[in-house]
């Protein structure tokens, strides 16, 4: 599974226990989660996805990785939030990630300062 998301002058990346992506077109400097906004995710096909994943985040020659555990529960329209913890409600995509915002690539977080700076997020089951 495949979809986008943009970049923002005001994307910091720095949250301790998550990460997001929202379709939301705005971002304050208070969104420290958020690595993408105008996300094109569509919620039918996440909800598809079981078990173990890798997401796979990339711009331009920057990349990173995350491995976590989907939550079958999650049915957000405009909010995917990806976690550390094993938090769950309905905006929590996933769960046991093996990284949050501040751990991901910081040369890719850079790159996703520049307005419209188009992020690739490709999502696939995995045995880690």
Do not use: W
Request: charged residues 35%; proline residues 1%; hydrophobic residues 35%.
């Amino acid at each position: 599974m495949k979809f986008n998301a943009y970049g923002h002058e005001n994307l910091l990346g720095e949250h301790y226990n998550t990460f997001e992506f929202t379709k939301d077109d705005h971002l304050t400097k208070q969104g420290d989660c958020i690595i993408g906004i105008n996300s094109d995710y569509k919620l039918e096909e996440l909800k598809q996805l079981k078990g173990k994943i890798k997401i796979l985040i990339s711009i331009d020659d920057f990349s990173d990785e995350i491995f976590c555990d989907v939550n079958n529960d999650f049915n957000h329209e405009t909010e995917m939030v990806i976690r550390k913890s094993n938090f769950k409600d309905d905006r929590t995509f996933a769960i046991n990630a093996s990284k949050a915002a501040k751990d991901i690539n910081r040369e890719l977080v850079k790159k996703l300062q520049e307005p419209n700076a188009k992020l690739n997020i490709m999502i696939e089951q995995s045995k880690k």
